[in-house]
């Protein structure tokens, strides 16, 4: 299984590092912006103010300030920034582990080999765990050496909350792409399905934002659990966050490796 795992993780060292640096970089670009938003915070206060209603409703913004860096990160980098990139990261990732293989013919060749597909299917899910997990270290401790650089004030203990708040996000994601992974033949199919699903819920959250009819739809969006304002700004973690984001990782992870196991692959 170490094999696998080390060989997942080289063949998209290229796209992990990638990842990695854009992630840094966007972290050090609003590091490095905050210290005059700071100095000039009532102003922008006042400018945010002005936004629609409807606009700051749609990504989910409620507290409306930049006095302290956790609630300008809150807005500028979890807001919509991270989620997108950790979704393209986890399900390129996904669907590259299985799927692609199964497409090209060249998983026949690792399971014609001494090891069971139990063990395969795991060790490409841990290879993805553990790159989520390096993503998400990069992108939110990164702040620490860059706070300290650019003389910013932070808090550790919110932004450790946000840390494995935006970790289960990604494992959530990232095991919903794998079980289509595992299931279809090819990842043109594994893409579309789970991307699919989730520009589905991050529409169902902005409709839950706009009207209040519809306000309970929001429960199907993985984007109305991941709540930068409640870890970062209220240092508060969700149980039910992390409830939803565990359930739906284990969920789908026994069902993908269920079906994996049990499905037609020739060798």
Known sequence: ???????????????????????????TMFIAMYPSIHE???????????????????????????????????????????????????????????????????????????VSRLSLFFSRYLAGVAVLALFTI????????LANIFGVDYQLEPNSKMALLSFLFGLAVFSLGYMFSAIFSEKSKAYMLSGGILILMYVLRII??????????????????????????????SLVSVLVFLSVAVICTVVGAIWFKKRDIAV
């Open 40 to 114: 000039q915070t009532a102003e922008f206060d006042e400018l945010l103010k002005a936004y629609p209603e409807g606009f700051m409703k749609a990504f989910g913004i409620e507290q409306l300030s930049f006095d302290t860096v956790e609630k300008f990160l809150s807005i500028e980098q979890y807001s919509i920034t991270w989620p997108l990139m950790v979704c393209f990261l986890m399900i390129s990732f996904a669907g590259m582990a299985l799927s692609r293989e199964i497409e090209k013919g060249t998983i026949e060749i690792m399971l014609s080999r001494p």
């Open 1 to 27: 299984m170490l094999t696998i795992f080390i060989r997942t993780i080289k063949d998209r060292k290229t796209s992990i590092i990638a990842y990695c640096v854009a992630t840094f970089l966007f972290m």
């Open 138 to 145: 990069v992108s939110v401790f990164s702040l620490i050496p």
């Open 208 to 237: 839950s934002n706009f009207e209040e009819k519809y306000e309970d739809v929001k429960y199907a969006s993985f984007f109305h659990y991941l709540d930068p304002d409640k870890a970062l700004i209220d240092n508060e973690l």
